[in-house]
């Protein structure tokens, strides 16, 4: 017995819905859980790779004649400054280095171009309106260990006076600037690109130097591969479901055997527990009251008991509610009418039936001899309040 007349109340009524309810959420729990183990999770995770290009201007000169700062023969590389007199060729080397990051290993089977520009340019209040390019260096060397380099050596000289020539055709209009202008193109196979760098040269009577550094780096991201990671699902989640469906299954089972309840008595709990405070049990003997008054609920009985401020006698040998006031007994009982609950409920189907050769006896043969009690009327009771008492 569930201790929850509500509950009792609600198996009663929808008992068979919320078994097959229960049965399907079970079944169903059940069955994600072990589709869930079967079933792992597989996540595609994409892998990428990294290229680097990087290109610089190199340069260098040797020194022609003993002096007091250099030997003849000495090699000067990338200095800040060259002296025009100890070395009056300049060695430029561009240089382009291919490199898969991701492996750290150089890219040789690329292509490089390396194409290296002076360039003379006429300027007035910063806004050029001439210029003049002659190409030092044009030429797609071969890559070696992840490297290309392209070398060219010019006569600074010649240049100086390239543009002493042209400072004197426009003299009072504008100033003649001198870069080196690099261009490099490459194809690494996966990645293609440009670079575009330049620098002012700087010539003057007696020394010449690159004004900035030449340098350019580039990084190429792509997509390798792809790679599939195999995982189980979430543990929690496969015992939640299997304990879903566990309990789902029981309490399935459970409602089952409780089946079927009967509801009017599971309602009639309900009400007992909601009018606890009303209700008192008790005997309500027969003849009590002189008029009875037969109500449809127990409810009623309760409404007419907060009305009159009485209490709720509950017979449970006559299954009866009743409130007495003023000789009125308002009532509720499932029997029936007032006299139908004066006598138990007996069920006559599961009486023995009559003995076999043994008949039943005749109404001449049912006579009440040797009972003095009932042989005369004015000898026995004088009332039904008597007749009951004496019972």
């Known amino acids: 017995m569930i201790d929850n007349p509500r509950l009792e109340l609600l198996l009663a009524e929808y008992g068979r819905p919320i078994v097959i309810a229960?049965?399907?959420?079970?079944?169903?729990?059940?069955?994600?859980?072990g589709w869930a183990v079967a079933n792992p999770s597989t996540t595609t995770e994409a892998q990428y790779g990294e290229e680097r290009v990087s290109?610089?201007?190199?340069?260098?000169?040797?020194?022609?004649?003993?002096?007091?700062l250099w030997n003849e023969g000495d090699r000067l590389e990338n200095s800040e400054v060259y002296m025009l007199n100890a070395s009056p060729e300049l060695t430029l080397e561009a240089g382009t280095e291919l490199r898969n990051e991701s492996g750290g290993t150089p890219i040789d089977d690329g292509e490089v171009t390396h194409e290296l520009e002076v360039r003379y340019e006429a300027t007035r209040n910063d806004q050029s309106f001439w210029n003049e390019s002659h190409t030092v260096i044009d030429g797609s060397p071969a890559v070696e260990d992840g490297v290309a380099t392209s070398e060219t050596t010019v006569d600074v000289e010649s240049y100086r006076d390239r543009q002493q020539e042209l400072e004197s055709e426009?003299?009072?209009?504008?100033d003649v600037d001198m870069a080196f202008v690099l261009h490099v193109e490459y194809d690494t196979g996966t990645n293609q690109g440009t670079q575009r760098e330049s620098t002012m040269f700087r010539?003057?009577?007696?020394?010449?130097?690159?004004?900035?550094?030449?340098?350019?780096?580039?990084?190429?991201?792509?997509?390798?591969g792809t790679i599939?990671?195999?995982e189980s699902q979430s543990l929690a989640a496969i015992a939640g479901l299997s304990l879903l469906g566990t309990l789902s299954l029981a309490a399935g089972a459970f409602v089952a055997r409780r089946s079927p309840i009967d509801e009017d008595a599971a309602r009639r709990a309900v009400h007992e527990r909601r009018y606890a405070e009303w209700i008192s049990r008790g005997s309500i003997p027969?003849?009590?009251g002189d008029y009875h008054v037969s109500l449809d609920t127990l409810e009623d009985?309760?409404?007419?008991?907060?009305?009159?401020?009485?209490?709720?006698?509950h017979d449970t040998q006559r299954g009866l509610f009743a409130v007495v006031n003023d000789g009125v007994v308002y009532y509720y009982s499932e029997r029936g009418l007032w006299e139908e609950t004066a006598w138990p409920e007996m069920n006559l189907e599961e009486q023995p039936a009559v003995a076999d050769g043994e008949p039943a006896l005749s109404a001449d043969e049912m006579e009440l001899e040797g009972n003095e009690e009932f042989a005369d009327p004015e000898d026995g009771f004088d009332d039904d309040e008597d007749v009951w008492q004496k019972l």
């Open 22 to 33: 229960l049965v399907v959420i079970g079944a169903l729990a059940l069955l994600a859980s």
């Open 286 to 288: 027969m003849w009590i």
């Open 170 to 174: 426009l003299s009072g209009v504008g």
């Open 228 to 230: 599939e990671t195999t």
């Open 55 to 68: 290109s610089d201007l190199q340069t260098s000169a040797v020194v022609v004649q003993d002096g007091t």
């Open 301 to 313: 009985v309760v409404d007419v008991a907060i009305d009159t401020n009485e209490r709720v006698v």
């Open 203 to 224: 010539v003057t009577d007696t020394a010449y130097w690159l004004e900035e550094s030449v340098s350019a780096s580039d990084t190429h991201t792509h997509q390798t």
